[in-house]
């Protein structure tokens, strides 16, 4: 039951091959027993009376598509009456007062919750190891990491956890993940899904997103998540299409761009042969290849890693133990419970973003940093923006290496190297897609599909098309 | 740019973040080797590059000004620390 898709699981609920509660009993009885370390909380008492809900409102005809399916969700979404921690030792008794939209409109559907899942701290980091509650095992092989920030997300798809799951995508959180784990994972356009109720990092970045075994999956969960919402000023007015209608499109003549600055020095040769193979099936399908320049994309770490710091050191100063989350011991004076409850409660990474933040920000650099990297962010802009007068969408890896061992990379500078193909889109604010294309050993690589703006339709697509006639989607890894 | 000890305490202290004096040394090095990344922003020519500030060049949507929650304050005052009378309590300010 565990392999079934989204899709599946729709037509085997609407069959009655199987209830919402006996698949939700099912995935949660693989949860408690997976050591994976996938899952930050199981709300396993909240997802058996949402269960017999949906059983309850499909018996009745009152039903949408998605009443009854499990999901897990990335604990960076605010849930109501339940622990939103975003990973941190400073929201670890934070019961969430409201819900998030992307919450509300899932729980709308009548979809059923079976736990909140393991993240970098307040999605900081490509490795899942900066989480208070200890690091994710990737499912291919347990010494290593299943990528970050979205890394429980990733574990629980690949490991049949969960049929589904949701993601945040601020540098490539969503995508890179995906690709260490062997799933499809999509970060849509900036602005296309709800960030009220989602614990901000950088806000001019941050996008949700879903995380499924395949497109067809993900463009279901899309249609479900995205929308305008009046709650969230940077959420655009704009409708939403149903993402399932065109994924049968033919691809013929689809013009794919290959980036020449994604394939030099620092990627692994295995991967390159993977993604280049992935290539030539598209243009067995039609497509038509060509050599695109991104020359500005090299600077896309520079501006990420000011940017992305600058933006959370002010999202991140609410957190001063006065209105929620944690406090200290025994403060002395205001200062001491601001200094100790911040000191106690972040952990080293978190610090070391902030801290670059306030420097970037502080008397003096701010013309040098900030808006600096905001010029180079408008270069890199435009450089998507010249290649998508040329092609429709630009193909590329989406890490430099495969899954590494946890612990192995200690520094700081070399862990920001390797989101080198995932920032830039996230600077432009455009979507991009990761999709299982093959393997280097027993790890999973992953293909990475970046649009122009609102193109999610055509992303979905592509790579359901992809998915039609390849099966690496399909590789689940061994029980364990 | 690089960092010594004082100026690192000083950012810190910015952000309202301790640095413990035994961790300084170790904080000082990480954050000069990130700036050391970072500085490559300089050698860059922006030309007259306009900064972007979002990703969509979207202008700010400003609503009606009215109320559209209901008060909530008592489920927001549940989940502090400390609270009394319908207030935040912190450690006294002014005796």
């Known amino acids: ?153 990733a574990a629980a798809v690949a490991a049949r956890l969960s049929p589904l799951a949701t993601g945040t995508d601020t540098g490539g959180s969503i995508r890179q993940p995906a690709s260490l784990c062997g799933i499809t994972g999509l970060k849509p356009t900036y602005g296309r899904i709800s960030r009220y109720g989602m614990i901000a990092y950088a806000s001019s970045l941050d996008q949700a997103g879903p995380m499924t075994q395949n497109a067809e999956d993900a463009a279901i969960i899309l249609t479900a998540m995205a929308g305008f919402d009046k709650h969230d000023s940077t959420s655009a007015n704009k409708s939403v299409p149903d993402y399932t209608q065109c994924l049968e499109d033919s691809i013929n003549g689809l013009k794919i761009g290959l980036p020449k600055e994604f394939f030099s020095e620092g990627l692994d040769s295995d991967v390159e042969k993977v993604v280049m193979q992935s290539i030539k099936e598209y243009e067995s399908m039609g497509a038509e290849i060509k050599e695109v320049s991104l020359p500005n994309s090299i600077h896309a770490i520079p501006a990420y890693y000011i940017v992305a710091p600058c933006e959370c050191s002010s999202n991140l100063s609410r957190f001063d133990g006065v209105r929620y989350g944690y406090r200290c011991e025994d403060p002395k004076d205001l200062n001491d419970l601001y200094l100790r409850s911040r000191s106690e409660g972040f952990g080293e990474e978190v610090k070391r973003r902030i801290m670059i933040g306030a420097y970037a920000l502080s008397a003096g650099y701010y013309d040098a940093y900030y808006l600096k990297a905001q010029k180079v962010r408008q270069l890199i802009s435009e450089d998507f923006k010249k290649a998508f007068n040329e092609v429709d969408l630009i193909m590329g890896p989406v890490s430099p290496s495969v899954a590494f061992k946890l612990g192995s990379v200690k520094d700081p500078v070399s862990m920001y190297l390797a989101d080198i193909y995932t920032l830039s889109v996230n600077l432009a604010g455009l979507p991009g897609m990761s999709i299982p294309a093959g393997f280097s050993g027993n790890l999973p690589v992953g293909l990475q599909l970046i649009g122009n703006h609102w193109s999610e339709e055509l992303l979905l697509n592509a790579a359901h098309q992809f998915q039609m006639r390849t099966d690496w989607h399909k590789h689940s890894p061994a029980e364990n | 740019m690089s960092l010594d000890n004082k100026k690192v305490k000083e950012i810190a202290y910015l952000a309202r973040l301790n640095i413990e004096d035994s961790d300084i040394e170790q904080a000082t090095a990480e954050l000069n080797n990130i700036l050391s990344l970072m500085d490559k922003l300089g050698e860059i020519d922006t030309g007259d590059s306009e900064p972007m500030a979002h990703p969509l060049k979207m202008s700010q949507r400003l609503r009606e000004d009215k109320v559209s929650e209901d008060d909530l304050s008592e489920e927001f005052q549940a989940i502090a620390p400390k609270t009394g009378k319908g207030h935040f309590l912190v450690p006294t300010v002014i005796e």
């Open chain 1, 1 to 153: 039951m565990h392999n079934l898709t989204v899709a599946e699981l729709i037509k085997g609920l609407k069959n009655k091959d199987f209830s919402s509660l006996e698949l939700t009993q099912h995935y949660l009885t693989r949860i408690k027993s997976s050591e994976l370390n996938a899952f930050i909380s199981i709300t396993e008492d909240e997802a058996l009376s949402q269960a017999k809900e949906a059983d309850k409102k499909i018996k009745q005809g009152d039903s949408s598509i998605l009443t009854g399916i499990p999901y897990a969700h990335k604990d960076i979404f605010c849930t109501k009456g339940v622990k939103t921690s975003a990973g941190s030792k400073m929201l670890d008794s934070f019961i969430s007062p409201y819900d998030a939209t992307v919450t509300k409109k899932l729980n709308n559907e009548n979809m059923v919750m079976l736990g909140k899942t393991n993240m970098d701290e307040f999605a900081m980091g490509s490795s899942n190891e900066n989480s208070y509650f200890g690091p994710v095992q990737n499912p291919w092989d347990v010494s290593k990491v299943p990528g970050g920030s979205s890394g429980g997300s």
